[in-house]
């Protein structure tokens, strides 16, 4: 069958047309793909240092596949400009995976010594594609499922000293990023030089369309350190959001504050009426911990991955 093959391009209005690629075409992929609506409004709105360095990030990095009437039908995205990517397509051109990995093995495979892509258990032709192609299964994470009609464990107060705030009453971003710093990468000090090109470009997230302050939730201690926090990122079109960027600060571990975060995060989601959230655990704490919460179901994934070329 007769296909399209381009790079991304701005200019041609791609981020909205993936955007509605992937609202339009959920249900399919919230099952058939790891990629979700935040992680891939996080690869154009989260200016970390892969993508700052590169001034053709976005184009060099996502390309698109349409059928002979010009419609969208694939997608193929490297999150972080290496060589670790996503394939989605949609239900009736799943026969064009095949394609489109050895696409990216011939284009991307030498940025790096390894390849990895993401698959999901319910990925089955898919994952028989990769193995035929030399890719073994190296890692397995988990992603649970709330369905937020249903009865929610209770609110869980914290420790004296320590409250939950939002970064809409309380827009304390300078405070968070030296969270994150320790939380994602292990810094116990960063400079006020450091912080501040940080923030510079750390904070270009809060202008992507599924931003929501209110849902962006710390734990605060009472001296004004951030020890704990997470984040819901939002697809309304969907009625779902995911929780992301789960973190505790090191010295504050262990005291429940992720838990009661998370609790707080999906009592605010029902408020505004949407009907289900997910939230993916990559480690054994982490798969543990969401696994206590109440979740209605849970889906498990694999990352496979390509050795030295």
């Not at 990769?130 to 914290?158: H, K, M, P, Y």
């Not at 939950?164 to 320790?182: A, F, G, K, V």
Request: glycine share 6%; net charge negative.
């Amino acid at each position: 069958m007769k296909t399209l093959v381009r790079s991304y391009s701005e200019e041609q209005g791609d981020f909205r047309r993936i955007t509605k690629f992937i609202t339009d075409n959920y249900h399919h992929f919230r099952t058939n793909s790891t990629m979700t609506l935040p992680r891939f409004v996080d690869w154009k709105y989260g200016l970390y240092s892969s993508k700052t360095s590169d001034p053709a990030f976005l184009e060099n990095n996502a390309t698109l596949w349409f059928d002979g009437f010009g419609r969208l039908v694939a997608v193929l995205i490297s999150e972080d400009g290496d060589s670790s990517f996503s394939i989605l397509t949609v239900e009736g051109y799943r026969f064009l995976f095949e394609e489109i990995l050895r696409w990216a093995v011939d284009n991307w495979g030498s940025r790096s010594e390894k390849m990895s892509v993401e698959l999901t258990e319910y990925q089955r032709r898919e994952i028989e594609i990769v193995q035929r192609n030399g890719f073994r299964s190296v890692w397995t994470f988990c992603t649970r499922f709330f369905d937020l009609s249903a009865e929610l464990e209770e609110r869980r107060s914290i420790d004296d000293g320590f409250e939950i705030i939002d970064m809409e009453t309380t827009p304390e971003y300078r405070e968070q990023r030296i969270l994150r710093s320790n939380a994602f990468e292990g810094k116990t000090h960063v400079s006020d030089s450091e912080l501040e090109h940080q923030l510079k470009f750390y904070n270009n997230t809060h202008r992507s369309p599924i931003y929501n302050p209110w849902t962006d939730l710390c734990v605060k201690f009472r001296d004004g350190r951030h020890v704990a926090g997470c984040e819901a990122l939002i697809d309304a079109w969907n009625s779902t959001a995911d929780i992301e960027r789960v973190c505790t600060h090191s010295e504050f571990r262990r005291r429940g504050f992720a838990k009661a975060l998370i609790i707080e995060c999906l009592h605010r989601l029902k408020e505004m009426g949407f009907k289900t959230a997910g939230i993916t655990g990559f480690g054994k704490e982490a798969i543990k911990l969401y696994g206590s919460l109440g979740a209605s179901e849970k889906m498990e994934s694999f990352i496979f991955e390509l050795g030295s070329r």
